[in-house]
């Protein structure tokens, strides 16, 4: 390995795992961004050495050495950047960041976390029953873990890795998993792959790449059909139903208890630290992974009751006392089902009470793809804010904008809201429980208007 990482696209959430991973072990780290951000600021307290201009004379002398450098770059980095363009024309070796996750996988017992929506949590929850169990891994995650206020854990001597296998441009396609997981295959990224028979093609690929020692673990229902190799054990899961599933769920007082079911045993009394509906799927798939492991009954017990979420993942940022007090919560959903299990879970926790949606929508594409499942899913609210789209690496679309989903919206409340004037709106606002959503830079905004509703 080269002694010097640059990273393309450094201030990315699964891009920053990797740079803590190789600074850990003594590489020098550099690379660049388009925008300053709490997590760059981190990453560069922590010794990466970032640059938010695309000035190739800003690049570290360190870095100029193809010999000596690799040069890390996302998928979502334009091919005609000047930066990643610099390194292709003057001999570096450059990789995508899911090929740096494949030679970690290759090097140890990977557990693969991949779907359309839920692989963050359970893969985060894995990572956290393998972390507080002692048998410990170095995880590569999509979210910031409220417990370790970060997105890698490190292991000097554990053999197991957990990586959020993405299906962005097929990336989960580098890795070699020794288990992978698998939670749904709802059609997503059709900019990508075209179809939804694409889609469910690049996921029976996937699955093709688990080492013949190894398991896949997929949820019951899905329009999915597995080609893993000769040797590699099968196991379905769900809520109700498969090898491993739930019985005896019990939700009391704002706490969500089950049992699980395993083709060995039943482990009993296990106790959601996020008690959210959708939090029962996702903690048997990753229960389901580390029983595979080395990890005791017990161990997982106590780690699921003590798991406190990732950033963004039906994240409280306000819950005032009492009946009326007013609730604020935000979620990264940004598919219509993601949407739907948010919302529902809200409805669920709680009931009667008046819900206002303020929604990001997240890339030209996926609006246009799905803007009459998102109108479905949001109208579900009392009241619905739109703001504009969030571009990511899209270009617009003629025709594409937040309108063809408020067009769409029955509920009886709805607008669309400018960016920069959201705050100083949200008194105006009529509700008792909100819910920001979406994957792209609404999160910034979440500190004011939490101050607003104070």
Not at 156 to 164: A, G, K, N, Q, R
Not at 241 to 246: L, M, P, T, V, W
Request: hydrophobic content about 40%; glycine content about 8%; overall charge negative.
């Amino acid at each position: 390995m080269k002694n010097n990482i640059y990273f393309i696209g450094a201030g990315g959430i699964g891009m920053a795992a990797l740079e803590r991973y190789f600074l850990a072990r003594g590489c020098r780290v550099a690379g660049y961004d388009r925008t300053p951000s709490e997590l760059t600021h981190e990453l560069e307290s922590e010794g990466v050495h970032i640059d938010y201009s695309d000035d190739l004379s800003l690049i570290p002398d360190w870095c100029r050495d193809p010999e000596h450098t690799l040069v890390v770059y996302t998928a979502a980095m334009p091919a005609d950047h000047p930066v990643l363009k610099w390194f292709c024309d003057n001999g570096f070796e450059v990789i995508k960041r899911a090929k740096a996750l494949g030679i970690v996988t290759m090097h140890s017992r990977g557990l693969c976390f991949a779907g359309t929506h839920g692989k963050t949590t359970t893969s985060s929850m894995a990572a956290h029953i393998l972390h507080q169990s002692g048998v410990g891994c170095n995880a590569f995650l999509g979210g910031i873990l409220r417990n370790y206020g970060s997105n890698f854990l490190l292991s000097d001597s554990s053999p197991y890795s957990v990586i959020e296998a993405d299906e962005f441009d097929r990336s989960f396609h580098q890795l070699t998993p020794w288990v992978a997981v698998i939670t749904s295959t709802d059609p997503d990224h059709l900019d990508i792959y075209g179809t939804e028979e694409a889609y469910l093609e690049s996921f029976a690929h996937f699955t093709s790449l688990i080492r013949p020692d190894g398991a896949l673990i997929v949820h019951t229902g899905l329009k999915l059909v597995p080609r893993p190799h000769e040797g590699v054990k099968v196991y379905t899961y769900s809520r109700h139903d498969g090898d491993f599933h739930a019985q005896n769920i019990r939700k009391a007082d704002g706490d969500i208890m089950f049992d699980l079911v395993t083709p060995w045993e039943v482990i009993a009394d296990i106790s959601l630290g996020v008690p959210v509906d959708i939090n029962i799927d996702n903690a048997i798939a990753a229960m389901a992974a580390c029983r595979l492991t080395e990890v005791s009954a017990d161990d997982m017990r106590r780690a699921i009751a003590t798991f406190q979420g990732p950033k963004r993942r039906f994240e409280f940022w306000l819950k005032e006392p009492g009946e009326h007090g007013r609730v604020m919560i935000d979620d990264y959903a940004h598919h219509p089902d993601e949407l739907r299990a948010s919302i529902t879970s809200v409805r669920d926790l709680y009931p009667g009470r008046r819900l206002g949606v303020i929604f990001q929508p997240h890339l030209y594409t996926r609006t246009r793809d799905f803007a009459p499942e998102f109108a479905q899913v949001l109208s579900l609210a009392d009241e619905v804010y739109l703001l504009p789209i969030y571009p990511a690496r899209e270009q617009p679309i003629p025709g594409v904008t937040s309108e063809i989903i408020l067009n769409r919206l029955t509920c009886a409340k709805k607008a669309i809201i400018p960016r920069e004037k959201l705050v100083e709106s949200i008194k105006s606002l009529n509700f008792d429980v909100l819910l920001t959503v979406g994957a792209g830079d609404i999160d910034r905004l979440l500190p004011d208007i939490r101050q607003q509703l104070l």
